[in-house]
């Protein structure tokens, strides 16, 4: 199987390519229909499908990213490191999308490859999502909908208290995060991991499931966590939670002026580091034209280094 992947997951890379070269009119937000890209190294998690699904698993681009909606069926696509590269460290990459898609492209494949390209073995993880219409107009007018603004407070900043989390139930995501886990732990041999150093980083939605499954599975036990501009909101900190390193922007809604996910894995004595960046908003990805934000990934690299990820124990 190893064989298999290795020789094959540069032909993804290529696909992400041909997603990501569009013309003009699929860099703006609207939403473009896209045929479903052939995935040759997806590997099937057997995690079973979700209830009520109305609809198969399609594709879409907006912003020039292709993304995927109703997916029932997990996956794991390793990208894995260049013979005589690899470092034997592990990650598990998790895209956002809010949990009703998932951005592919920016938060799933680029940033694979961005790893394995530093001796990383990467693995993009395609889990199941809520149902979202079929049509894709409807699904569009969903995405399109007004939304109320936040309201502001006493002095008429934005800055006020945030509203509690819509609790989502993330069964089906924990499961897809633990088998893809499993397959690493069964396969770290022919991969050249060190199951020791086994981390997982996620965007946006995939930084709650990265967060959740730190805080809540009884199987995955993670070397390092990633949330990059996740939900900031105070949690309770496991005594052997892992090292955090944590990435948003300050004009990214989810932030409003929120520190309490940093204040709790501080308090709990747990290694966190924080890169708060001045400008980038939400869903940048590896990076946006001129943001400030567009070096977390060296920062990122630079702290996996410093705390010995990079080097075999």
């Given at each position: 199987?190893?064989?298999?992947?290795?020789?094959?997951?540069?032909?993804?890379?290529?696909?992400?390519?041909?997603?990501?070269?569009?013309?003009?009119?699929?860099?703006?937000?609207?939403?473009?229909?896209?045929?479903?890209?052939?995935?040759?190294?997806?590997?099937?998690?057997?995690?079973g499908s979700v209830k009520?699904?109305?609809?198969?698993?399609?594709?879409?681009?907006?912003?020039?990213?292709?993304?995927?909606r109703n997916i029932s069926k997990a996956t794991l696509t390793p990208f894995l490191p260049e013979k005589g590269k690899a470092n034997g460290a592990a990650v598990i990459v998790a895209p956002g999308g809010g949990y009703r898609w998932l951005s592919m492209g920016n938060e799933g494949w680029e940033v694979a490859e961005a790893l394995a390209k530093k001796g990383i073995a990467a693995?993009?993880?395609k889990y199941r999502l809520f149902p979202t219409a079929e049509s894709l107009d409807?699904?569009?007018?969903?995405?399109?909908?007004p939304r109320p603004?936040?309201?502001?407070?006493?002095?008429?900043?934005?800055?006020?208290?945030?509203?509690?989390?819509?609790?989502?139930?993330?069964?089906?995501?924990?499961e897809d995060a633990e088998a893809?886990?499993?397959?690493?732990?069964?396969?770290?041999?022919?991969?050249?991991?060190?199951?020791?150093?086994?981390?997982?980083?996620?965007?946006?939605?995939?930084?709650?499931?990265?967060?959740?499954?730190?805080?809540?599975?009884?199987?995955?036990?993670?070397?390092?966590?990633?949330?990059?501009y996740g939900g900031m909101g105070p949690v309770q900190v496991p005594k052997n939670a892992p090292p955090m390193f944590n990435v948003i922007a300050s004009d990214d809604f989810l932030f409003n002026s929120q520190f309490g996910v940093i204040d709790s894995w501080f308090k709990a004595g747990r290694p966190v580091e924080f890169h708060l960046y001045q400008n980038g908003g939400h869903g940048f990805g590896l990076g946006n034209p001129n943001r400030t934000s567009n070096r977390w990934f060296e920062a990122f690299m630079h702290w996996l280094d410093v705390n010995k990820f990079l080097m075999a124990k």
């Open positions: 199987m190893t064989k298999f992947y290795k020789k094959t997951y540069p032909v993804v890379f290529v696909i992400i390519l041909h997603c990501i070269t569009w013309n003009a009119l699929a860099q703006d937000g609207k939403i473009y229909p896209l045929e479903t890209p052939k995935e040759p190294n997806a590997i099937p998690l057997g995690t009520d699904q109305p609809a198969p698993e399609t594709w879409f681009r907006q912003w020039g990213d292709p993304m995927a693995f993009v993880l409807e699904f569009t007018a969903w995405m399109n909908r603004a936040p309201p502001k407070s006493e002095d008429g900043s934005k800055n006020n208290p945030p509203s509690p989390p819509v609790q989502l139930d993330l069964t089906n995501q924990l893809a886990y499993a397959i690493l732990l069964k396969n770290a041999n022919e991969w050249g991991i060190d199951t020791s150093r086994i981390g997982m980083v996620g965007f946006s939605a995939g930084a709650g499931l990265t967060m959740h499954a730190t805080l809540h599975s009884k199987t995955m036990k993670l070397a390092f966590i990633g949330p990059i």
